[in-house]
């Protein structure tokens, strides 16, 4: 059963099949059929509805219109493109490619619109006839601003990221030299002013409960003192009070001698503690040093 013509129906032309007309004018992109000089032979409904919304010269089908001039006519802002689409469009004309793909601006007093062309030759045998279909992708190039822009946001968030780690990172490690300052200055001080006194006080003919004091005092300063402590014990090495003693010491940099004299006891007994050491530190055997060993801890 044939469809009733309408008045909006394109005279005949390459699709005279009534179901082809019916679906060549059910597509909402806009089409137009060309011969193999540019003519346009027939366009579809939403071509000729495009025509009539934007007050275009020349009738709404634009049968009989050169498309191939008309590109090549175009001047202004718009003429690269033209250029480009009549290239392609006789390519295909002439069979050097399949298809021919291009999408551009078409901005007007209605806003902005990007559209994507698509023009590939009919199947078939008979005259050489070329579809060319615009669909609006507006919606879409929209969003892929949107994207890019928030892309952009992200990149320039990531940036300041990355800014503020750096920035971070140097304040970390400033904090970690000034930490390492303080406790300098306050080992130093404690060893310049405070345990020469209490080594007197020690030497000093006191009390029983007065020399109790003073070593408790001297212990807990030197525990105060000794932040490699607490990873020997957490590393499961276990020493005496007299060798944590003998241990700081070493660490300080004392002799032997030296050590024998601040402890009040005999320097065999400070050879024998310190052999214990290297024992317990694993360093027996090793020609490492036993001050720099406990030097690395802390």
């Not at 020997?232 to 001698?257: C, F, H, R, Y």
Request: charged fraction near 25%; proline fraction near 4%; aromatic fraction near 4%.
């Amino acid at each position: 059963m044939a469809l009733p013509k309408t008045d909006t129906d394109p005279p005949a032309g390459p699709l005279s099949d009534p179901l082809a007309l019916a679906v060549l004018n059910s597509l909402s992109a806009h089409i137009a059929i060309l011969d193999a000089d540019g003519l346009i032979l027939q366009t579809n409904h939403a071509w000729r509805a495009y025509a009539r919304r934007n007050q275009l010269r020349g009738s709404e089908d634009a049968v009989g219109t050169n498309y191939l001039a008309v590109c090549d006519a175009a001047r202004g802002r718009d003429a690269a493109d033209a250029h480009r689409v009549a290239a392609g469009i006789r390519e295909v004309t002439e069979g050097r490619r399949i298809e021919f793909l291009h999408d551009y601006p078409c901005h007007g007093p209605g806003g902005q619109h990007w559209y994507y062309l698509r023009a590939i030759r009919m199947a078939g045998d008979g005259p050489v006839r070329v579809v060319v279909s615009h669909e609006d992708i507006t919606a879409l190039k929209r969003t892929e601003e949107v994207l890019r822009a928030r892309e952009a946001q992200l990149e320039e968030q990531k940036q300041s990221l990355e800014e503020a780690n750096i920035a971070l990172k140097v304040l970390l490690k400033q904090r970690d030299a000034d930490k390492a300052e303080l406790e300098r200055k306050v080992l130093a001080n404690l060893k310049d002013l405070v345990f020469p006194y209490i080594e007197k006080l020690k030497a000093a003919s006191l009390r029983p409960r007065e020399k109790t004091m003073v070593e408790i005092v001297d212990a807990h300063l030197r525990d105060v003192i000794s932040p490699f402590l607490q990873q020997m014990a957490n590393a499961g090495i276990l020493l005496t009070p007299q060798e944590l003693q003998v241990a700081q010491l070493v660490k300080d940099g004392k002799t032997s001698k030296e050590i024998a004299s601040l402890l009040r006891i005999a320097e065999s007994t400070v050879s024998f503690h310190r052999k214990n050491l290297r024992t317990k530190f694993g360093l027996q055997g090793r020609r490492a040093n036993l001050r720099s060993h406990l030097m690395s801890l802390g």
